[in-house]
Each structure stands twice: as C-alpha cells, then as structure tokens.
C-alpha cells in the first residue's frame, strides 16, 4: 500500500525527468501501480485512513512521484458537495496526452500545492480551462474526453509531472498573483 514514505520530494532528479510512455498491452505490473495509486488517493480522502496513515489529502498521483519514471496518473476528485458522493472524475490513465485546449485559461484561488513539495508556494498557477485529452484506460481501452474547470486543473498538474514540470514552475516570479484578462479563478 503507498504510503507518504513511498512518495519522492522535491530535489529527486526523477521529478525531473520526462516519463516514458507505458508499453501496451498494460501489463499486469502496470495495472497494480495504477490500482495502488487509486487506492493511495481513496485513503487519502478518507479521514479515519488519513489520520491512521499520515497521508496528506490528494485529488491525483502521478507514477513519478514514486520514483516510477512512467506516464501514469491517477486522479479522484470528488464532487465538493456531500449528498452527491460520486466522484467528478475518478480514472487511472495511461500515456494520457492533451490533444486540444481552450483559449480560455484558469487557475485555482486557492493555488495550488504537491505532495511531492514540502512547502507552501503562494500564487496563480495558470493553465488551459478545458481540454480534449485522451488515455489508455485501465482495461487497455483507449479514451477521449472532455475536461473543464477543476477536473482539467488537476489532470494538467498530474501530466505536468509526466514533463518534469512542478506547478511552481508556472508561478509569474514578479507578481506570483498576477493575471492576465480573462483567466478563470476557480474558487
Ligand atoms: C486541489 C486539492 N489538492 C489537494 N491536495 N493536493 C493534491 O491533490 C495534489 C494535486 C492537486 C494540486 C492542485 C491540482 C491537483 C497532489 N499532487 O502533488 C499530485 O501530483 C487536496 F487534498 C484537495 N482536496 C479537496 C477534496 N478533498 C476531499 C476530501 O478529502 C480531502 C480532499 C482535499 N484538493
Ligand atoms: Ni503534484
């Protein structure tokens, strides 16, 4: 079970890297990574497995933050409101790829953090506010979707990890809360 010990920090060369498309057909280690890190990502939202297991709260996990330098990414973002328990979007995804994006860019109001990153980085991380993104899923079937607002923030934080970019990275240095007109803010 992944734990925050299995998770590599910030200064590990691995984050670093550009990932390497996953080989198909998916093998059978390759669909355990991914269903370990669904699970790492259940247990982290869940506060009584939180609590027993020291994680820290995640909506997505990317096979580099394990020191797995493979293009695969998790992401489980539930909802927000509690009558409605079903997840927005909850997927593992193999060599996902963003085939198109929106002119419109967004950003979280929050900013954004990692697990992978010790720290807090104050700032408006920018992205694209949709996407067209495809993906192997975990039964090796090849996806198309459409992704806006939160859901598409977190899958482009998790492929940037695939890139070896860190969402600091896209914090404006001058003004860390500086914005172009027209970006989304995401509260
Ligand atoms: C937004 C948020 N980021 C949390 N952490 N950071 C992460 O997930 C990193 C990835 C996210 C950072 C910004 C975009 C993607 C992990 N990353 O580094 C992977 O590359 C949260 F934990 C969180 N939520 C809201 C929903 N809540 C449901 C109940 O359980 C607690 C949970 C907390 N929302
Ligand atoms: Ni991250």
Avoid: W
């Avoid at 409605?84 to 953090?113: F, R, W």
Wanted: net charge negative.
């Amino acid at each position: 079970m992944i734990t925050m010990k299995d998770i590599i920090r910030e200064g590990n060369p691995t984050l670093r890297e550009v990932a390497e498309e996953v080989v198909l057909p998916l093998s059978d280690e390759d669909i355990k990574l991914g269903e370990e890190m669904m699970e790492f990502l259940h247990n982290s939202q869940d506060p009584v497995k939180a609590e027993e297991l020291g994680l820290r709260g995640g909506v997505g996990l990317a096979a580099p933050q394990l020191d797995i330098s493979k293009r695969i990414i998790a992401v489980h973002v539930p909802s927000g409101d509690l009558e409605n328990p079903e997840p927005t979007l909850s997927a593992v995804m193999y060599n996902p790829k963003i085939l198109s994006h929106s002119v419109q860019d967004a950003c979280l109001g929050e900013g954004e953090g990692c697990l992978s990153v010790d720290r807090e980085v104050p700032g408006y991380v920018v992205r694209h506010n949709k996407i067209t993104l495809s993906y192997v899923d975990a039964s090796g079937v090849k996806q198309k979707i459409r992704l806006k607002n939160y859901e598409a923030i977190v899958v482009q934080h998790e492929i940037d990890h695939l890139n070896g970019v860190m969402f600091y990275d896209h914090i404006n240095q001058e003004n860390p809360y500086a914005l172009k007109d027209g970006v989304l803010v995401i509260e």
